[in-house]
């Protein structure tokens, strides 16, 4: 093809706003994560329900310009529109689910929480790691129906603190979300049958509980650092 004409061809279609938002590629293979998170429930949760997502996400704000790097600030606006609100909490979810799991250590040993995030947590909650991990999971079994539960940085007092949100909402809608429930957050589990039916079946319990085998403390350490400087974490 000629380079010019191909040259337009993609200007075209950034200006249609085609490209908008994308679907981040997962920083480890399908089966990485197994035993806790099976290949076959990652295929379809993120080449299916999120790539779904970012579609959506595309099709509702279509010729507005916006990128992943904007999602935060759409994230804080959004009010009515509901395919936004779905499709951006949807994207921006998942897309911090990714990276904030690794794989189970090889010899199953838990994972030490590194500094600051680890005083952190212990400042926040009496019992420390432990009481963390019980309100978070007590936040997770709870929620009703499709959801998340998440652990993050209270805007004000910058403490940790533990919540829940419906649907694909995100505790940084300001505009939807309590205030007492708002926060930065800093670690997300997904709690929709998705995540863990083909799997743990209706055994939610479970798949919350095997979960902390796979959660990537180093990243949520860094993630915690921005948060406390009031900078969420933002999509590549
Ligand atoms: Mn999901």
């Not at 994308?22 to 480890?28: F, S």
């Not at 099709?59 to 507005?64: D, H, K, M, V």
């Not at 499709?146 to 909402?169: E, I, M, R």
């Amino acid at each position: 093809m000629d380079p010019l004409q191909c040259a337009a061809d993609t200007a075209g279609a950034l200006d249609s706003g085609i490209a908008g938002f994308l679907l981040p590629e997962l920083p480890y293979a399908l089966d990485a994560l197994a035993p806790v998170i099976i290949a076959e429930t990652m295929a379809l949760h993120h080449g299916k329900h999120h790539s779904g997502y970012v579609k959506n996400l595309n099709a509702a704000l279509e010729g507005q310009g916006y990128t992943n790097g904007d999602l935060v600030n759409v994230l804080k606006q959004v009010k009515e529109d509901v395919a936004v609100r779905n499709n951006g909490g949807g994207h921006y979810n998942h897309a911090m689910f990714w990276v904030t799991m690794t794989p189970p250590s090889k010899d199953g040993a838990e994972r030490v929480v590194p500094e600051p995030l680890g005083d952190a947590i212990r400042k926040s909650f009496e019992g420390g790691l432990e009481q963390m991990k019980s309100e978070f999971g007590a936040a997770a079994k709870k929620r009703f129906g499709s959801g998340w539960a998440w652990l993050g940085v209270d805007p004000k007092s910058k403490g940790l603190k533990v919540t829940s949100t419906p649907n694909q909402d995100n505790p940084l809608m300001t505009n939807i979300i309590p205030q007492h429930e708002q926060m930065i957050p800093i670690l997300g589990l997904d709690v929709w049958e998705h995540a863990y039916y083909l799997q743990y079946k209706n055994d939610r319990a479970s798949y919350i509980e095997n979960w902390w085998g796979v959660v990537n403390w180093d990243k949520v350490n860094k993630i915690y650092q921005d948060a406390i400087e009031d900078k969420p974490y933002v999509l590549n």
